[in-house]
């Protein structure tokens, strides 16, 4: 009779030991699955129009302006001058 309660608990789902076992599989999954990617950071340079990863060119300076959104100084290699954008993820 214990033998089969407890082949009961372990197979039925919603036992504490089968929940966690899902768990701990779905934490297993979570570590092997896809590695979720940063959005990706651009700058656009208002001279050019043209857009560049941040991580491409060479910051300088990071602010925010008065609404919280982040300033980027960079260094345009097209402008070949230093220009400010706002920080674009996509
Ligand atoms: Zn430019």
């Known amino acids: 009779m214990s033998r089969t309660s407890s082949w009961y608990r372990f197979h039925n789902p919603m036992s504490p030991s089968a929940r966690r076992r899902g768990a701990l599989a779905r934490t297993i999954a979570a570590e092997a699955g896809p590695i979720i990617r940063e959005p990706e950071l651009r700058v656009t340079c208002p001279s050019c129009?043209?857009?560049?990863?941040?991580?491409?060119?060479?910051?300088?300076?990071?602010?925010?302006?008065?609404?919280?959104?982040?300033?980027?100084?960079?260094?345009?290699?097209?402008?070949?001058?230093?220009?400010?954008?706002?920080?674009?993820?996509?």
């Open 49 to 90: 129009g043209d857009d560049y990863k941040n991580d491409r060119v060479k910051t300088s300076n990071i602010e925010e302006d008065i609404s919280g959104r982040d300033v980027v100084t960079f260094y345009c290699p097209f402008c070949e001058k230093e220009v400010q954008s706002f920080v674009f993820s996509k």
